[in-house]
C-alpha cells in the first residue's frame, strides 16, 4: 500500500530535494529559507479535461483581495438559470478554482449556484508565494463580492480556511471539508520529511513564521476552530491519503459540535473529489434537513 500511497502523493522533483540537503550540509540557516520558501510557492498544473467544461462555461472575473493587495480569478458557474442557493468551493494547495468540478456539477442539478476561486498564486491567478491566511482573506473577499453562501466545500488546504473562516464569521448554513489538514505544525513537519531534511529545520521553519506573523501557528489548528463552528459539518478523509494524515479527520471529528465523519479507502488525496460514494454522501448531506 506505500507504493501506491506514494503514487497518489504529488512527487517533489529530486533535484530540489538534493539542493535541500546540499543546503542543510552546509547550513541549516540556509536550508531553512529554501524550505520555508518552497513551503510557501504553489506549483502550478495544467488542468485535465474533465475540468474544461467548469472553466468552459464559467463565468470568469479578476477581483482584487483588498487585505492582501493580490488578484484572483473567480468563477460562477451556473448563474444561467435561478437558483435559490449558491455554494462556495474552496481547492487546496497547488489546486484550481476548477479541481471541484464533479462536486460542482452535483451541487448544481440540486439547484445550487457554485462561486469558487484560484487563490493567490494559482490557477490562473498571478503567480506569488501564500498560505493558509492569504486563502482565508481570499475567502472572506469572495463572500464579500459574491455571497453569501449556503454552503462550504473545502478540499486539503481549502478545508482548513474553510473552518478557520467559519470560525471567524463566515457565513454558510453547512459545510463540507474533505482530506482537510488539521495542525498546521503537522503539515509543517510532512513537508520537511518529504524534502528529507532533518526535525531542526522543522522547528526552525515555524519559528520563522511566528516571528514574522507575530502570532502563535496554534491560533490556525483546525480541530480547535471546529470548537466554535455550530453548522452542520461533514468530514472526509481517505485512509490512503500520502498528503495529509486521516488521524486529521477524526481529531477534527472529535472536536466537531454538530459533525457527520465519512473514511474512505483506496482513493488517496484527490480520487476522493470524484469518487461516486463521497459525491452521493455529499449529496445526502446537504440534502438533509438541518
Not at 24 to 52: G, M, V
Not at 95 to 124: C, E, W
Not at 223 to 249: G, Q, R, S, T
Request: hydrophobic share 40%.
Amino acid at each position: 500500500m506505500e507504493t501506491q500511497k506514494q503514487k497518489q502523493s504529488l512527487e517533489i522533483p529530486r533535484g530540489i530535494i538534493l539542493t535541500a540537503k546540499t543546503l542543510q550540509f552546509f547550513s541549516i540557516k540556509l536550508a531553512t529559507r529554501f524550505a520555508q520558501n518552497l513551503f510557501i510557492t504553489p506549483i502550478k498544473f495544467k488542468p485535465p479535461k474533465r475540468e474544461k467544461e467548469m472553466l468552459d462555461k464559467s463565468i470568469s472575473s479578476v477581483i482584487t483581495v483588498k487585505a492582501l493587495k493580490k488578484d484572483i480569478c473567480v468563477y460562477q458557474y451556473g448563474t444561467n438559470k435561478q437558483a435559490d442557493k449558491k455554494a462556495l468551493l474552496i481547492h487546496g494547495w497547488n489546486g484550481r478554482g476548477t479541481q471541484l468540478v464533479t462536486i460542482a456539477n452535483m451541487l448544481m442539478r440540486q439547484g445550487y449556484d457554485i462561486v469558487s476561486f484560484d487563490a493567490p498564486g494559482h490557477g490562473k491567478s498571478p503567480k506569488t508565494k501564500t498560505n493558509l491566511t492569504e486563502f482565508m482573506a481570499s475567502a472572506f473577499e469572495v463572500e464579500q463580492q459574491f455571497g453569501p453562501f449556503d454552503l462550504v466545500v473545502g478540499h486539503s488546504l481549502g478545508g482548513m480556511t474553510t473552518i478557520n473562516c467559519l470560525k471567524d464569521g463566515l457565513k454558510a448554513k453547512k459545510a463540507v471539508v474533505i482530506g482537510s489538514g488539521d495542525v498546521v505544525e503537522d503539515v509543517i513537519d510532512e513537508f520537511v520529511q518529504q524534502i528529507e531534511l532533518k526535525p531542526i529545520i522543522s522547528t526552525k521553519i515555524k519559528e520563522r513564521f511566528e516571528s514574522q506573523f507575530k502570532q502563535s501557528m496554534q491560533s490556525y489548528c483546525v480541530h480547535l476552530a471546529a470548537e466554535k463552528v455550530n453548522i452542520p459539518l461533514l468530514i472526509i478523509h481517505d485512509e490512503d491519503d500520502a498528503d495529509v494524515h486521516y488521524k486529521a479527520a477524526y481529531q477534527i471529528k472529535k472536536h466537531s459540535p454538530n459533525s457527520e465523519l465519512m473514511i474512505t479507502k483506496e482513493l488517496g488525496h484527490r480520487k476522493i473529489l470524484g469518487d461516486k460514494k463521497v459525491i452521493e454522501r455529499i449529496l445526502q448531506f446537504v440534502q438533509k434537513e438541518s
